[in-house]
């Protein structure tokens, strides 16, 4: 089985503070993906990895950022949090031409005061 | 614009009851659809997909058939359960990376 997880379930930062959020994922998955969950508006996609190395923006890329220097491990920064950014971010991955299916963590519950 | 619109919620029936929840889509090009379902304190699972016109994915009783001519994908049960309690995110692909635009989420809450 596929598996996705992520360094916290939850984390409460400080305005003005720089946020790691990790993602790694075990089964040599090319692309890797960064949401943010917020009720009534379903998961936007914020910043996605075709490969190590590779990032693209999303919907919605203002105030993150990301790095991906190694293909298991996909990193969302946060580079001043502010209090907007409080949400649930979830992390996926999937083969690249190995279906369309994407796997999730468990997610992240950020709250930023 | 590429998007997905899902019925709102919250949705509530009765154990045994049919469920229908509506997913309409606007895309270019032609995309995948798909339904994940997330259960309370967990992640998102895939719950049933499809990949090209009139094709029908299904899983643990849910089906959802991929309707080109009216660009829907709607959900269905015919017997809903109490397990059966959960946010239903309806969902497209497209994209070198068949990155996903998702709905807003439908809660559904089943009554014993």
């Known amino acids: 089985d596929v598996k996705v997880t992520q360094s916290s379930r939850y984390l409460v930062k400080r305005t003005g503070e720089k946020v790691f959020l990790e993602c790694v994922q075990d089964?040599?998955?090319?692309?890797m993906f960064w949401y943010r969950q917020d009720p009534g508006l379903g998961l936007r996609l914020i910043y996605f990895?075709?490969?190590?190395?590779?990032?693209e923006k999303g919907d919605i890329p203002e105030g993150y950022s990301v790095s991906r220097e190694k293909k298991e491990r996909f990193s969302l920064i946060l580079e001043s949090a502010s209090t907007n950014q409080t949400s649930m971010y979830l992390c996926?991955?999937?083969?690249?031409?190995?279906?369309?299916?994407?796997?999730f963590g468990p997610g992240t519950r950020l709250l930023v005061l | 614009g590429n998007s997905v619109t899902q019925m709102e919620g919250p949705v509530t029936l009765s154990e045994e009851a049919f469920l229908t929840i509506n997913c309409t889509y606007t895309?270019?090009?032609?995309?995948?659809l798909f339904w994940y379902v997330q259960y309370p304190g967990e992640g998102l699972q895939l719950l049933l997909k499809?990949?090209?016109?009139?094709d029908k994915g299904s899983n643990k009783g849910f089906e959802a058939t991929y309707r080109k001519e009216t660009t829907s994908f709607h959900l269905e049960k015919g017997s809903v359960q109490v397990s059966d309690s959960a946010v239903y995110f309806c969902?497209?692909?497209?994209?070198?990376?068949?990155?996903?635009?998702f709905g807003s989420g439908t809660q559904l809450t089943v009554l014993p």
């Open positions: 990895s075709y490969d190590v190395k590779m990032k």
């Open positions: 089964m040599d998955h090319e692309n």
């Open positions: 895309a270019t090009g032609y995309p995948s």
């Open positions: 499809a990949t090209k016109a009139d």
């Open positions: 996926a991955s999937r083969k690249q031409g190995g279906g369309e299916t994407q796997y």
């Open positions: 969902a497209r692909s497209l994209g070198s990376a068949r990155q996903l635009t």
